[in-house]
């Protein structure tokens, strides 16, 4: 089987490449490096990108996905494509919401119309976000706890694919993942394209080179083992499902492996995997003897005191089920990142 991975050089993307590569296929990614500007780091972009290099059926290629020319060439021959280029930060959503569009929107636009135009009529997956959700989800009543806010009983499983996507703010991140969402689920219903949605809630794991405007897993384990103080929004109560990122892409294969052809899936932890930015500090400091100072500030725009993914329909249909647990998980990246320390300072 021969796989396209979009963002090849990114977290998810390099981690999806690793997979199949060692699963023996041929791999082809396309990255433009253009998260190292969110980073501020272009080594994250370098060292990912150098790993894959040591695979011999991996195919390195800096390109962009808003050029459809070079989509369309690469996609010609190939039977899965793993959608993961995109721009990912909420706050760089706002302050820059064309490139945002461009990327996110008219990048995924490109990638269905190549895969539309394929002769190999090829399988896509596509990275949603639960984003998608916007701010309808701060409208379900939350209960506040000693170290965490959770959902009224109604939503205890979490919120479902059938969650409301309307009449409600969502940033441009949030609209433009939608929309793309959306057109994604289209072209599998009008042109016949095989595709899975996956909307996604904190992945995490190694190769993530985390920041403070995303990737808040990864960037609280190196401020932590750095020394570097770390600011919360809010007041560290907001609670997310977390999800190790091969449990990830054990999703995304179980579904290749499925007879599906189109469907949509909320993917994260579920209610047994979630986590409190607090919680998270104090595993931390179990886990590495250090606690970072602390800074609070205001609540960032749209942001959700709660989010928790509810799994049934993905457990269901695909048989899946996350296997690594937070602290197992947290403890993995934490070695990950120990061991690459200066690669973060």
Same mark, same amino acid.
């Given at each position: =089987? ?17 997979? $199949? ?10 990255? /433009?490096?253009?998260? !190292? ?19 011999? /059926? ?52 490109? *990638? ?13 997956? $596509?990275?949603?976000? +639960?984003?998608? $959700? ?5 409208? *379900? ?58 909307? =996604?809630?904190?992945? $995490? ?9 995303? !990737? ?10 750095? !020394? ?30 499925? !007879? ?22 104090? =595993? ?34 695909l048989n899946w089920v996350p296997k690594i647990s937070p602290e197992m998980g947290v403890r993995n990246l934490t070695e990950w990142i120990r061991g +690459? ?5």
């Open positions: =089987m021969k796989v396209l991975v979009t963002g090849g050089a990114g977290f998810i993307g390099s981690n999806v490449a690793e997979y $199949y590569a060692k699963k023996g296929f041929d791999v082809t990614c396309i990255d /433009n490096f253009s998260r !190292g500007q969110l980073l501020k780091r272009d080594i994250s972009m370098e060292f990912n990108w150098d790993c894959l290099k040591s695979f011999k /059926n991996i195919k390195l290629i800096k390109g962009d996905v808003r050029d459809l020319q070079i989509l369309k060439a690469e996609t010609k021959d190939v039977d899965l494509i793993v959608h993961t280029a995109a721009q990912t930060a909420v706050t760089t959503s706002i302050q820059d919401p064309r490139t945002d569009f461009e990327v996110n929107l008219s990048g995924t636009f490109n *990638v269905l119309e190549a895969a539309r135009l394929s002769n190999r009529n090829p399988a896509l997956i $596509y990275c949603s976000t +639960n984003k998608v $959700y916007g701010n309808n989800v701060n409208n *379900v009543e939350v209960r506040e706890k000693a170290t965490r806010y959770v959902f009224e009983d109604k939503f205890k499983d979490g919120v479902p694919e059938t969650f409301s996507i309307d009449l409600c703010e969502h940033t441009p991140y949030g609209c433009s993942k939608l929309a793309a969402d959306l057109y994604v689920q289209d072209y599998g219903h009008l042109y016949g394209l095989r595709s899975g949605v996956f909307r =996604m809630s904190c992945i $995490y794991g190694p190769h993530q080179f985390g920041v403070e405007d995303q !990737g808040w897993v990864a960037w609280f384990i190196i401020a932590t083992l750095l !020394g570097n103080p770390i600011t919360i929004y809010g007041d560290g109560k907001q609670i997310r499902d977390v999800l190790y990122v091969s449990d990830l892409i054990n999703a995304y294969d179980s579904f290749i492996n499925s !007879g599906i052809r189109q469907d949509v899936f909320n993917v994260g932890g579920g209610s047994n995997n979630t986590i409190s930015l607090l919680e998270l500090l104090d =595993m931390l400091e179990k886990i590495t003897g250090k606690r970072s100072k602390l800074r609070f500030g205001d609540w960032r725009q749209s942001d959700q005191k709660v989010y928790v993914s509810n799994i049934s329909k993905i457990s269901e249909k +690459n320390k200066d690669k973060f300072e």
